[in-house]
């Protein structure tokens, strides 16, 4: 199964950034929300939510079907191809920042203080129940030529989900 999701707003370099790091995964909602709505995903029953404060999490790359997924980045940014250690940070740490906003929270440290969800964000559909689970990764930079901020991408992530072993699945891939 492959899919395309859109994000397009800061992506900071910096550890401490849980706000902007939670900002993405409310972001991506809508999209992963959609896909649950579409074949192969509306006929199965999903896997467990995690639940968090009251909120429930939920995830489509999960342990429970054996899903694995590699993820093909295009990363457009304020600055010329190649630039990777400039103005927005070093493209290492952004990524690690982009993997934890794809990823369902572990614990209440995940989450931004007082954060409750809006209508139709409970569960909050989240790409990975843990990074772990990202398979493999290839990143392509360009330049953004119109950004607010030097922290300001667009990104375009091409989801391809496989199963980790024979007989997992439950037949979504098919």
């Not at 370099?13 to 939670?22: I, V």
């Not at 972001?27 to 429930?56: C, F, K, M």
């Not at 054996?66 to 457009?76: C, G, K, Q, Y």
Request: proline residues 10%.
């Amino acid at each position: 199964m492959d899919f395309t999701l859109f994000y397009d707003g800061p992506l900071p370099a910096s550890k401490g950034r849980l706000e902007q790091r939670h900002d993405i995964r409310v972001a991506l909602h809508p999209q992963l929300q959609e896909l649950w709505q579409h074949r192969p995903l509306r006929d199965v029953d999903p896997p467990p939510s995690r639940t968090i404060n009251g909120h429930s999490y939920s995830s489509i790359v999960h342990s429970k079907w054996n899903f694995r997924a590699r993820l093909e980045i295009l990363l457009l940014k304020p600055e010329p191809p190649g630039r990777i250690i400039r103005q927005g940070g070093d493209i290492d740490n952004r990524l690690k920042n982009l993997f934890d906003a794809l990823t369902v929270p572990v614990d209440p440290s995940n989450i931004p203080k007082g954060w409750t969800p809006g209508p139709g964000q409970d569960p909050l559909c989240c790409l990975l129940e843990d990074d772990s689970l990202i398979a493999g990764v290839s990143v392509e930079t360009d330049r953004l030529l119109s950004a607010p901020s030097g922290t300001h991408v667009r990104l375009n992530i091409k989801v391809r989900i496989q199963t980790a072993g024979a007989f997992g699945g439950l037949g979504l891939l098919a």
